[in-house]
């Protein structure tokens, strides 16, 4: 269990012991409280009441004598009996409702009442004689009922006054006897919640005290270099985790002084290795730059021949792209002749037809001819002449029919050779159309080989910026072999301060090889400059 978890149980039972103690004062007092109440709001009251009813009764008794000794009163008094009367019962009635204590309270309220009634009848009846001239009977009515019954009425009245008297000093001895407990309990109980209080903040304090002393010892071991000392603590609060830390940061630091005494004779081999190493280092560096500086000269050759590459795939560009555009014009002359051909090739379907019509023509000349000749024929020597007449125009018609057959066959030659020719036409068009498209791809891949030589241009320049970097960068890297050389030099001479620095530290096992029967020369101070050289050594 953790400290703050012992304190917070602490606090915790203290308070819960401070709540017990205040809930056993308030229930004491409740106690003490409920008896005084019970003594002043019933006993006393009851005391009251029955004072006034015996105040009443002897105010009716002393009325009545009165009443037998002054008979010019007598007329005044009955209305003060019946008041007196009233007065008593009121006090009886007000006793019955608020002032009952308990069964013997309440059959002695009952006795009064009787005797009250008993004395209320004898008065009745003795005042009831007064008057009738007959003093014997009226003496012996008030000496052997009034009076009997009136004494009789005083002993019932303070039989029950006495009652409750007793009523009342029982419960102020209870009170009394409750509140001299109650001091004793709370008194008890506060003396015992303190002492549990004090015990357990003693234990507490002394399990701290000793814990906090064993991890100052194991510090202070520490702080003198010496780190053989035995850390165990079972607890698991906070001491407990401050020594399981204390334990491992001292674990810690003789794995790491073992380590770092162990690796220091391995430092100093490694220096010398490394020093040795530089020297090589610097040798093939050396030779390196040479090279890389011969590289850098060749590689400023074969820029500028690059260079020249590209601006000559650069007038290539131009003039395939010069060829493409005569290439295009040159196809579109042949688009145009195409359209010419097919023009004529249409014109001479057109005469073609006319020639056949002309022919059709001559064709019905001819049989016109041939009808009119025969009916020249008919008519005889009336008709001869228009028969010469028809012998012409049918010798022309025929000729006509022989030019139109001549001009059509000339005409027909000439649509299909106008039709080969077309055709032909529109072949070179489509040979033309290839052309310029191999023209265009050509043109196409000379300017991706121009911007792929430029390309290469810029590349192979910044090759040669690179491998002029790093012909700066060897040069450098010389440099800088020179200093690690120098480094490596530095860092055997820290390797020796770092024994001696480390030689001050006491470690298990430098223990266990002296109780072995070894010997160890006792740690001693480092020195100042060895113990920040020490400190200033990367982790």
Same mark, same amino acid.
């Given at each position: ?20 103690? #205040? ?21 006393? &009251? ?5 004072? @006034? ?17 002054? !008979? ?35 059959? /002695? ?17 003795? /005042? ?14 008030? *000496? *052997?009922?009034?009076? !009997? ?72 071991? +520490? ?17 407990? %985790? ?23 004779? #391995? ?5 010398? *290795? ?21 590289? $850098? ?53 057109? +005469? ?48 006509? $029919? $022989? ?23 529109? *072949? ?8 310029? %498209? ?28 690179? +491998? ?28 020796? %301060? ?13 223990? @266990? ?13 480092? &020195? ?9 050594? !990367?982790?």
């Amino acid at each position: 269990m953790t400290i703050a978890k012992k304190l917070y149980l602490l606090i915790i039972a203290v308070i819960l012991g401070l709540c017990a103690l #205040t809930a056993l004062s308030i229930y004491q007092s409740h106690r003490v409280s409920e008896a005084a109440s019970y003594s002043t709001q019933n006993t006393v &009251p009851s005391i009251l009441a029955l004072d @006034q009813a015996i105040e009443s009764v002897y105010a009716i008794r002393l009325n009545v004598a009165r009443y037998f000794i002054e !008979p010019s009163a007598r007329e005044k008094i009955f209305p003060v009996l019946e008041v007196l009367h009233e007065k008593t019962q009121a006090a009886f009635l007000k006793y019955e409702k608020d002032c009952i204590s308990d069964a013997k309270d309440e059959k /002695l309220l009952e006795q009064d009442r009787a005797a009250f009634a008993a004395y209320e009848k004898a008065r009745h009846q003795t /005042l009831a004689l007064v008057g009738n001239g007959q003093p014997s009977e009226l003496s012996r009515a008030r *000496e *052997e009922l009034l009076v !009997p019954a009136g004494n009789q009425l005083m002993k019932a009245l303070t039989e029950h006054k006495q009652y409750n008297e007793q009523l009342g000093r029982q419960e102020m001895d209870n009170a009394a006897s409750i509140l001299q407990s109650s001091i004793v309990i709370t008194a008890s109980v506060s003396l015992l919640i303190g002492a549990m209080v004090a015990g357990a903040s003693l234990l507490l304090v002394r399990l701290i005290v000793s814990s906090l002393r064993h991890a100052t010892h194991v510090a202070d071991a +520490i702080s003198r270099y010496d780190l053989t000392s035995k850390i165990d603590h079972a607890e698991r609060d906070e001491i407990g %985790h401050l020594m399981q830390a204390l334990k491992r940061m001292n674990d810690s630091l003789c794995k790491i002084i073992g380590s770092v005494g162990d690796s220091t004779s #391995t430092i100093q081999v490694a220096a010398g *290795e490394i020093a040795s190493g530089n020297l090589d280092l610097s040798s093939r560096t050396e030779a390196q730059a040479g090279s890389l500086e011969e590289t $850098a000269t060749a590689m400023g050759q074969l820029t500028a021949t690059v260079r020249q590459n590209a601006d000559n795939a650069h007038q290539a560009n131009e003039l395939a792209a010069s060829a493409s555009a005569i290439a295009s014009q040159a196809g579109d002359v042949v688009n145009e002749v195409v359209v010419t051909m097919d023009a004529i090739h249409a014109s001479s379907l057109k +005469i073609v037809g006319i020639i056949s019509v002309i022919d059709g023509i001559a064709f019905q000349t001819n049989i016109l001819a041939l009808n009119a000749a025969v009916e020249a024929a008919r008519a005889g020597e009336q008709g001869r002449g228009f028969a010469v007449v028809a012998s012409e125009v049918r010798s022309l018609a025929q000729r006509s $029919a $022989a030019a139109a057959r001549e001009i059509k066959e000339l005409i027909d030659d000439s649509v299909h050779k106008v039709g080969a020719g077309s055709h032909l036409v529109a *072949e070179a068009g489509n040979s033309m159309e290839k052309v310029v %498209h191999s023209v265009r791809r050509v043109t196409d891949i000379v300017g991706e080989i121009s911007s792929a030589s430029s390309e290469q241009s810029a590349g192979i320049e910044q090759i040669h910026q690179a +491998i002029g970097a790093m012909d700066d960068a060897t040069q450098q890297n010389a440099a800088l072999v020179e200093q690690a050389a120098a480094a490596s030099q530095s860092l055997q001479e820290q390797a020796a %301060h770092l024994v001696e620095a480390v030689g001050v530290f006491r470690l298990h096992r430098q223990a @266990q090889w002296i109780a072995e029967g070894g010997q160890i020369q006792a740690p001693r101070e480092a &020195p100042a400059i060895a113990q920040s050289e020490a400190l200033a050594l !990367p982790a």
